[in-house]
């Protein structure tokens, strides 16, 4: 007995493990990437520049260094704005403030190193332009204002962000605030139910023939999505209309919440047909 009790908690623990790999790898494919080059001024590429990327809102740190080419990628970041700081032997320190990171995104970004001491630094706000020249993905993006300050329908269930797609351009069909009527629109040309529904890169559609349904997350749970209707890479596969592509909140250093009431009083209803 103690055997079989032994073999299940191993079973058990290796089940547990992978599901947690599983998830992890499934992270790895939302969030945003921030790429680029790091130059001289005379536009010569400075190999092994080190790279330091913070977040302003929870100050996590990414770190890399730039490549023979004087290039660099800093994948899977959670969408919101970074300083990235670059410094390399024989340049003053550079710090590129109020980079824009967007999920689903890639943001290019090159720096330009000034010869000088390690202890100069040079500070510039940038002004990233959302330029797609490293991807051929088609896509639009709901911010997370929009997400917080637009109304939307309430039936009883549920508050569910995937409403807001109908704000998109490419969709067609009606969208109710209902997470089992999805299957009556489309993305782009695509049939009706082609379309997927991502949570912090995991699909959260069941699907058959008949009936497309996601019971998604709270509104007040996403940080921004994007809608992508073509052009997809190979990781977003298994759809022929659009992904739409939610990141959640990752949090940060300040204490904050939200909340709202749904007031269903009959004094304030509109007179009906019955009482005339």
Not at 86 to 115: M, N, P, R
Request: with cysteine; aromatic share 6%.
């Amino acid at each position: 007995m103690s055997k079989s009790i032994n073999r299940r908690a191993v079973a058990g623990a290796v089940l547990c493990l992978s599901l947690l790999s599983i998830a992890g790898t499934a992270w790895g494919q939302a969030g945003g990437t921030l790429t680029g080059a790091v130059r001289d001024q005379s536009g010569a590429a400075v190999a092994g520049a080190n790279l330091i990327l913070t977040s302003t809102a929870t100050q996590g740190h990414w770190n890399t260094v730039t490549t023979a080419s004087g290039d660099y990628t800093i994948p899977t970041l959670p969408p919101g704005t970074y300083d990235l700081t670059a410094s390399a032997g024989g340049f003053k320190k550079s710090t590129e403030k109020g980079i824009v990171i967007q999920v689903a995104t890639t943001t290019s970004l090159d720096l330009a190193l000034q010869v000088g001491s390690a202890t100069d630094s040079v500070e510039v706000h940038a002004d990233v332009k959302q330029i797609e020249s490293d991807t051929s993905e088609v896509g639009n993006q709901v911010s997370r204002n929009l997400v917080e300050d637009l109304p939307l329908q309430v039936s009883g269930q549920l508050r569910s962000p995937v409403q807001f797609v109908e704000l998109t351009p490419g969709f067609t069909g009606s969208l109710p605030n209902s997470p089992t009527s999805q299957l009556s629109f489309k993305l782009n040309g695509g049939q009706e139910g082609g379309s997927d529904v991502l949570v912090d890169g995991i699909s959260i559609s069941l699907t058959h023939p008949n009936l497309q349904m996601n019971y998604g997350v709270g509104t007040d749970a996403v940080s921004e999505f994007t809608v992508l209707t073509g052009g997809f890479e190979a990781q977003y596969g298994r759809t022929v209309g659009g992904v739409v592509d939610l990141v959640t909140k990752s949090g940060t250093n300040q204490l904050h919440g939200t909340g709202y009431e749904i007031m269903r009083n009959m004094d304030l209803d509109a007179n009906g047909w019955w009482n005339n």
